[in-house]
């Protein structure tokens, strides 16, 4: 018994792929259907989005999903979407192009983006002082070896918590940078 492939082709592809089933296509008549696919404000260059399909076809091909039609090569060639291929399931990631971010963005409130940014800048203002504070420890004692084991545990208690605001600073960074808007 073979074994079902799993491939991850482009959503908007795989669906552009379908209505063109037995149908000879190329790949600049496939990306110019692909373009009218996305919104005026996030589509790519012409040439960026053909080298994408073009390198997906050959996935494709090398899955025999696609076909080269009647054995046609160089440019203009033209492919043959051959939907029985029982030995391959295609399954739909998200387009490159379609703005997977800014939709994560766009769900997100007003309100929330800027309570991030605020978290933002309130954990560097603490972690600067936290920094601030280890480093004056270190001079007092390093100057005055008499303090030194007075300043001790309020140096490494200084430092520990630089070291758990730097991973709070880094968590709300992470979860900016997730969602999409500028730090």
Known sequence: MKK????HVDKIL????????????????????????????????????????YRELLRLESAKVVERHAGSTGR???????????????????????GANEQVESSMDVETQRA???ELSKR?????????????????????PALRSAVKAQYHESRERSTKL???????????????FPA
């Open 4 to 7: 079902t492939e799993r491939l």
């Open 124 to 144: 560097k203002v603490e972690l600067i002082a936290s920094i601030g504070e280890a480093e004056e420890y270190q001079r007092l004692y390093q100057k005055y």
């Open 76 to 98: 203009g060639c033209k492919f043959i979407y051959r939907s029985e291929n029982k030995g391959t399931v295609l399954e739909a990631k998200p387009s490159p192009f379609s």
């Open 166 to 180: 730097l991973g709070q600073l880094r968590a709300v960074e992470s979860i900016i940078t997730t969602i999409g």
């Open 14 to 53: 795989i669906e552009l792929l379908r209505k063109q089933s037995g149908t000879p296509f190329s790949n600049t008549s496939i990306r110019d259907m692909y373009l009218l696919q996305l919104p005026e404000g996030q589509q790519p260059s012409r040439n960026q989005l053909r080298k994408h399909i």
């Open 116 to 118: 991030l940014q605020e």
